[in-house]
């Protein structure tokens, strides 16, 4: 939030922790909510510019991201991927995406980058998704432009 918001982007931050939520206040508008247990906070009408999730997985909010992302939207999207349990948390198979699962999930996108392996420093298994929400169908017979 601190990154984005300093380019001067308007942010919004969603946790169910209060303490983190404190901290992130600073940085713009901030959202309780237990996107687990209870239901997702935002409508699902294409309202943000840019969703970025890290080092999270709930496959059940898959839908309901891609439904936030306004037409022309970016999604950047990274967490954990198999082999991570060989190193240590988390292992559990239910945290950890599995070979190309981001571009399968998020097919109706244009992907933009996408990496699936292992990193240095820390070291961790990690995958990571950077996609473009297309807009309508071209009637310019142009491709359409996304800015990098």
């Known amino acids: 939030m601190r990154y984005l ?8 931050g969603v946790d169910r922790s209060p303490q983190a ?10 959202v ?3 996107i687990e247990t209870g239901p997702w ?6 309202n943000f510019d840019a969703v970025v999730v890290t080092n999270y997985l709930w496959r059940p909010l898959f839908a309901s991201i891609f439904k936030s992302l306004a037409a022309g939207g970016v999604l950047i999207y990274e967490t954990f991927t198999t082999g991570q349990e060989t190193l240590g948390k988390p292992s559990n198979p239910d945290f950890l995406l599995q070979t190309g699962e981001l571009l399968q999930v ?5 992907v933009v980058a996408f990496e699936d392996g ?11 998704l ?9 009637t310019s017979g142009l491709p359409a432009r996304y800015s990098l």
């Open 118 to 128: 292992f990193l240095d420093g820390p070291d961790r298994f990690v995958q990571r």
């Open 21 to 30: 939520l404190e901290i992130a206040a600073a940085h713009g508008h901030t």
């Open 32 to 34: 309780w909510a237990d």
């Open 5 to 12: 918001q300093g380019l001067g982007h308007q942010v919004t």
């Open 106 to 110: 998020f097919s109706g996108l244009r």
């Open 41 to 46: 906070p935002f409508a699902d009408d294409g």
């Open 130 to 138: 950077a996609a473009v929400k297309p807009h309508g169908v071209s």
